[in-house]
C-alpha cells in the first residue's frame, strides 16, 4: 500500500495564480484532512471530509476550497494564492472511529507565493 | 475548549542522555492524546498514543509517554537518546466535532537535536 500520497512535492507560484493540490489514500479511508504546517504554530486545520462528496471547514479556511467527488481523493484549491499562503502543506486520513483514531498522513507539499 | 502547549520549541540532549519533551493540554472531557513525529522532509508518523486505561504508553522507537491528569501533562520520554532520534515532535489532542467526527489539536512542535 502507498498509504496517503501528495501532489505536487513541491510548487512556486505568482501572487493572483491558482493551483489544485491533490491528495489520495488507497487505505478505504473515510476521513480525510487538510492541514497546513507553519513555523512555530504547530499545524492547523483548513478543511476536512467525513465521506464522499462532504466537506466541512476547519480552522483557517479562508482563501482555500476543497471537494471529495471520490472516496480515495482529496483536493485543495487555491483560487488566488496570497503570500500569506505560503506554507507545507499535509493531508491525512483516518478511519471513522471516534476520538482515538489515528491520522495518517501524506509526505506534504511546499508552496511558495511570491 | 482543548488546546495543548509544549513547553520548549527546541531540545538538545546527548547521545544516549534521557529525553524529555513536554506536553500540557486543556481538555473539559477526557482527552484522547497523542505523540507525532516528523522526521526531515517527511509527514507525520504516531509515536503513541493515549485513549483510556494504562496511562503510561508505549510506543515505537522505545518511546514512551505518562498521562498524569492532576498535572494535565502527557510528556514523552526516551531513556537513551540515539543520533536518528532528531526530528520534530508535536503532541495533540483529539476533539470532538458536531455530528459525532473529530479532529486533532496540534501543539507548536519541539524540535530534538542529539549531539555526537
Known amino acids: 500500500n502507498a498509504g496517503v500520497t501528495q501532489t505536487p512535492k513541491f510548487r512556486v507560484l505568482k501572487t493572483g495564480q491558482s493551483m489544485t493540490l491533490l491528495c489520495a489514500q488507497d487505505?478505504?479511508?473515510?476521513?480525510m484532512y487538510w492541514y497546513r504546517q507553519d513555523p512555530g504554530m504547530g499545524l492547523r486545520l483548513i478543511h476536512y471530509?467525513?465521506?464522499?462528496?462532504?466537506?466541512a471547514k476547519g480552522e483557517v479556511p479562508d482563501g482555500y476550497n476543497v471537494s471529495r467527488l471520490k472516496k480515495q481523493n482529496f483536493l485543495l484549491g487555491l483560487e488566488s494564492a496570497a503570500p500569506s499562503q505560503t506554507s507545507v502543506y499535509f493531508c491525512?486520513?483516518?478511519?471513522?472511529?471516534?476520538?482515538?483514531?489515528?491520522?495518517?498522513f501524506g509526505p506534504g507539499t511546499r508552496l511558495t507565493v511570491t | 475548549a482543548q488546546s495543548v502547549t509544549q513547553l520548549g520549541s527546541h531540545v538538545s540532549v546527548s547521545e544516549g542522555a534521557l529525553v524529555l519533551l513536554r506536553c500540557n493540554y486543556s481538555?473539559?472531557?477526557?482527552?484522547?492524546l497523542f505523540w507525532y513525529v516528523q522526521y526531515p522532509n517527511q509527514g507525520l508518523q504516531l509515536l503513541l498514543k493515549?485513549?483510556?486505561?494504562?496511562?503510561l504508553v508505549k510506543g515505537i522507537n522505545g518511546f514512551e509517554a505518562e498521562f498524569k491528569k492532576s498535572e494535565t501533562s502527557f510528556h514523552l520520554t526516551k531513556p537513551s537518546a540515539h543520533m536518528s532520534d532528531a526530528a520534530e515532535y508535536f503532541c495533540?489532542?483529539?476533539?470532538?466535532?458536531?455530528?459525532?467526527?473529530?479532529?486533532?489539536?496540534f501543539g507548536a512542535g519541539t524540535r530534538l537535536a542529539v549531539h555526537p
Open positions: 493515549y485513549t483510556t486505561g494504562a496511562t
Open positions: 481538555s473539559s472531557v477526557p482527552p484522547y
Open positions: 471530509s467525513v465521506g464522499e462528496g462532504t466537506t
Open positions: 487505505m478505504n479511508h473515510e476521513y
Open positions: 495533540a489532542v483529539s476533539v470532538a466535532l458536531s455530528g459525532g467526527y473529530n479532529k486533532l489539536i
Open positions: 491525512a486520513s483516518s478511519y471513522p472511529v471516534l476520538r482515538s483514531s489515528e491520522q495518517y
